[in-house]
């Protein structure tokens, strides 16, 4: 089985409590080992991996099962590409990281954000050494990482309504018909996007399938995904998880 684009959500865990973050409130909550066993036990080539969540380094144990389960069933990836507040910064994560990258055809195209959001607190000098430090540590193994900043008109204009901005964002979650992505989360169920809030989550209409079925298929997954445009090209997604078909462009 091929896959093209793969977002795993390793953790619904986070050390910040950011008022633009699009999935609401953290969970204790961590992908569950079934879900990767099933997955890559049945995926033999992922053309593009992003760890996601939650916080990636508030789940370090799972990151190491990801690349444990990708190593045992001999799953080829092509690029990989992880998002951290860098708040956490600990070799292991960086460590583990390099282990992942290991198993790409091309690390050049592999990367490490570290969000530098004016979301953020990055006033304090805690937080520019620890992003320094998570910085610091991936050069040292030749891993690319990258320091993303976006100015406060931009960060402003890309908060999606959904989460914590769910009221004061400045734009709609908009999925395409041609643009699937393919979401896991935690407990094995399939989503059309990486940007829907937990509560939208709920809405059994956004549930695709889930990887841990006896009967799971990629193909399954894009019927699924393809009945939710029949009205539209375009949909628009609130963060209760209801859909409105969009303006095709």
């Known amino acids: 089985m091929h896959i093209y684009n793969v977002i795993l959500e390793i953790t619904r865990k986070c050390n910040l409590e950011c008022e633009h973050c699009l999935r609401g409130d953290s969970q204790n909550k961590n992908m569950l080992p079934t879900v990767l066993s099933s997955l890559f036990s049945k995926v033999k080539y992922i053309d593009y991996l992003t760890i996601s969540g939650g916080e990636p380094t508030k789940a370090l144990h799972t990151?190491?099962?990801?690349?444990?389960?990708?190593?045992?069933?001999?799953?080829?990836?092509?690029?990989?590409?992880?998002?951290?507040?860098?708040?956490n910064a600990k070799r292991k994560f960086v460590n583990l990281m390099c282990r992942l990258f290991q198993i790409c055809e091309d690390t050049s195209l592999c990367s490490i954000d570290i969000s530098n959001s004016i979301f953020h607190d990055n006033s304090t000098d805690d937080a520019n050494r620890m992003r320094y430090?998570?910085?610091?540590?991936?050069?040292?193994?030749?891993?690319?990482?990258?320091?993303?900043?976006?100015?406060?008109?931009?960060?402003?204009?890309?908060?999606?309504?959904?989460?914590?901005?769910?009221?004061?964002?400045?734009?709609?979650?908009?999925?395409?018909?041609?643009?699937?992505?393919?979401?896991?989360?935690?407990?094995?169920?399939?989503?059309?996007?990486?940007?829907?809030?937990?509560?939208?989550?709920?809405?059994?209409?956004?549930?695709?399938?889930?990887?841990?079925?006896?009967?799971?298929?990629?193909?399954?997954?894009?019927?699924?995904?393809?009945?939710?445009?029949?009205?539209?090209?375009?949909?628009?997604?609130?963060?209760?998880?209801?859909?409105?078909?969009?303006?095709?462009?």
């Open 133 to 249: 430090r998570m910085d610091e540590l991936a050069r040292e193994i030749n891993l690319n990482c990258r320091n993303k900043y976006h100015t406060s008109h931009q960060a402003t204009y890309s908060v999606i309504r959904m989460g914590r901005a769910a009221e004061w964002g400045h734009r709609d979650l908009k999925i395409r018909k041609e643009t699937l992505e393919f979401y896991v989360s935690y407990n094995g169920i399939v989503y059309p996007s990486c940007d829907l809030s937990y509560k939208a989550m709920l809405n059994p209409k956004l549930q695709l399938g889930n990887v841990t079925d006896s009967d799971f298929d990629v193909k399954t997954i894009e019927v699924n995904y393809n009945t939710l445009f029949i009205e539209s090209e375009t949909l628009i997604i609130d963060n209760d998880g209801n859909l409105t078909p969009g303006i095709n462009e």
């Open 63 to 87: 990151l190491e099962l990801v690349i444990d389960n990708l190593e045992r069933f001999g799953v080829n990836l092509g690029r990989i590409y992880v998002a951290t507040n860098g708040y």
